[in-house]
């Protein structure tokens, strides 16, 4: 199992621009380490953009900043890099409380355990 802390942002509904929110710290346990490169491989095959893995919040051990508050969903974005074909995730979400889209940065998969 991997322990992230990965950087995130918020974007209210109508924004321009993202504002950072704070950490989020959470696992990524083997079975979504292993959906995540089978993400990566069906990329790499189909040349597909990207590809949304829904996330189960119970089995991460997620804890967010104070003004995430609770979310309404949670996915994995996978997506290739640019020029090296590399898989990478982040996660993707929107806040309960008003519907704003929330984000952390990413993270290379070949770094996971």
């Known amino acids: ?12 509904s109508g924004a ?8 989020f710290h959470f696992h990524v346990n083997d079975a979504d380490h292993l959906r995540l490169e089978e993400a990566e491989e069906r990329l790499q095959e ?34 290739l890099s640019r020029g ?3 898989g990478q995730f ?3 979400g929107h806040r309960e409380s008003d519907g704003s889209l929330i984000y952390t940065n990413s993270v290379m998969i070949d770094q996971l355990g």
């Open 16 to 23: 321009e621009k993202s504002i950072p929110m704070g950490e």
């Open 84 to 86: 090296d074909e590399r």
């Open 90 to 92: 982040h996660l993707v």
């Open 1 to 12: 199992m991997n322990t992230l802390t990965i950087e995130s942002w918020y974007k209210p």
């Open 46 to 79: 189909t040349h597909e953009r990207e590809m949304f893995i829904d996330a189960d919040m119970t089995n991460m051990e997620l804890v967010t900043p104070a003004e995430c508050g609770n979310l309404s969903d949670l996915q994995f974005r996978v997506y």
